[in-house]
């Protein structure tokens, strides 16, 4: 390296894995599935000092995972993929039955209560710096 590009600030993004300003992830759990079953859901709460948007999961269960929200509409529930999930400066996003949450979709085995499913949630941050989060979600009984 020539001192000429020691003195350049480095300005791309940059990517971390799990550090002290990452999203928090707290309360994960995701419910058990019955053999044959090909989708299942997951929960937790999220939340983050700063402004960030979370914009890929990866699952080690699934050969998918998507966002989805809830929606009442014409006295039907609706539900729809989101692309992204906002996460506001200094609040906490639930992720609930009923409300949004976590979809896996594509399942290589069924989700087994007392097992734990593992996530890579990836964050970006309002100046482009990218987070990946790894997250372990113990999976309860169903009806629990």
Do not use: C
């Amino acid at each position: 390296m020539t001192a000429h590009a020691a003195d350049q600030k480095d300005t791309r993004p940059s990517t971390s894995i799990g550090t002290a300003h990452s999203p928090a992830i707290s309360h994960a759990w995701a419910r058990a599935t019955v053999p044959g079953q090909a989708v299942g859901a997951a929960y937790m709460k999220i939340y983050s000092a700063v402004d960030t948007t979370l914009t890929g999961i990866e699952s080690d269960v699934s050969r998918s995972v998507e966002v989805h929200s809830m929606r009442h509409q014409n006295g039907v529930m609706q539900m729809r993929a989101q692309k992204q999930l906002e996460v506001p400066a200094g609040q906490n996003v639930d992720l609930a039955p009923g409300g949004i949450h976590l979809m896996l979709l594509g399942l290589k085995k069924p989700l087994k209560a007392g097992e734990s499913l593992q996530l890579k949630m990836t964050f970006v941050d309002g100046a482009g710096n990218r987070t990946i989060v790894p997250v372990r979600v113990p999976i309860r009984p169903f009806g629990q």
